[in-house]
C-alpha cells in the first residue's frame, strides 16, 4: 500500500510531491519489506522489495516526464504572448514612422534643431532624396549625402559597403533610417536600410 501512494506522489505533477514524500514512502515501504523478510520468511517480503527496487524506477521516469510536459504546457502560452507581444511592437514601429523628404528634415532642423530632435531624433524615419555624394568616414565606413536644397543636405550612416557602392550620384533613393541629430551642422541618420 505505501508503494502503491508514493507512485501516486511521483505521478502527480506537483513540484516537490514526489521528492518530499514518494522517496520517504518508498524507502520506508523498502525497509519494511526487509523487516517483513527477516521475521517471517524470504517469500514474505519479497514482492514488496522487487516492486520497490524494480516498479519503482519506471515510476519515477514515468512522473518526471508527466512533470516534463506539464512545465512546457505551461511556459507555452508565455512563448506565444511573448511572439504576439513582439510582432504588436513591430507593428507599432511600422504605424509610427515618419516619412519625408530630405529636404523637408533639412529644413525642419534649419528652423528648430531642438523642435526638430524631439520630432526626428531617434525615430524610424524613411527618408527620399536625390545622391549628392557618396564618401567614407573616418572609419572608411559609407556616408551617403543626400541633397536638400542647394548648399543643404542630410548625412546616411549604416548602409553596408555594397549598397553605397551600386549608388550613383543624382540617383533618386529611399531609406529607412533613424533620425540621430544633427551631425557636422548637418542633419543625420543612422542605421540606413536602402528601400
Known amino acids: 500500500m505505501l508503494l502503491v501512494i508514493a507512485w501516486l506522489c511521483f505521478l502527480i505533477p ?3 510531491l514526489g521528492f518530499f514524500i514518494g522517496w ?14 527477516s521475521s517471517g520468511g524470504v517469500t514474505k517480503g519479497l514482492a514488496p522489495l522487487l516492486l520497490s527496487l524494480m516498479v ?10 508527466i512533470f516534463a510536459g ?3 504546457a505551461v511556459s507555452a502560452p508565455r512563448e506565444d504572448a511573448h511572439a504576439a507581444e513582439t510582432e504588436s511592437e513591430a507593428i507599432s514601429v511600422l504605424a509610427d514612422t515618419i516619412e519625408l523628404a530630405a529636404r523637408q528634415l533639412y ?25 549628392e555624394a557618396i564618401q567614407g568616414d573616418s572609419l ?4 551617403v549625402h543626400l541633397s536638400a536644397g542647394p548648399d543643404a543636405r ?3 550612416m549604416g548602409l553596408t559597403t555594397t549598397d553605397a557602392a551600386g549608388l550613383r550620384k543624382g540617383e533618386a533613393i529611399t531609406a529607412a533610417c533613424t533620425g540621430d541629430g544633427m551631425a557636422r ?4 541618420m543612422r542605421h540606413c536600410d536602402l528601400r
Open 14 to 16: 506537483f513540484p516537490g
Open 24 to 37: 520517504p514512502l518508498n524507502l520506508v515501504a523498502f525497509i519494511l519489506a526487509i523487516v517483513a523478510m
Open 56 to 65: 519503482s524506477p519506471m515510476v519515477y521516469f514515468v512522473g518526471i516526464a
Open 70 to 72: 506539464t512545465l512546457s
Open 107 to 131: 529644413l525642419d532642423y534649419q528652423a528648430n534643431e531642438i523642435a526638430a530632435d524631439v520630432l526626428y531624433k531617434g525615430k524610424p524615419l524613411v527618408i527620399s532624396g536625390d545622391v
Open 140 to 143: 572608411d565606413q559609407p556616408v
Open 154 to 156: 542630410v548625412l546616411l
Open 185 to 188: 551642422e548637418t542633419p543625420a
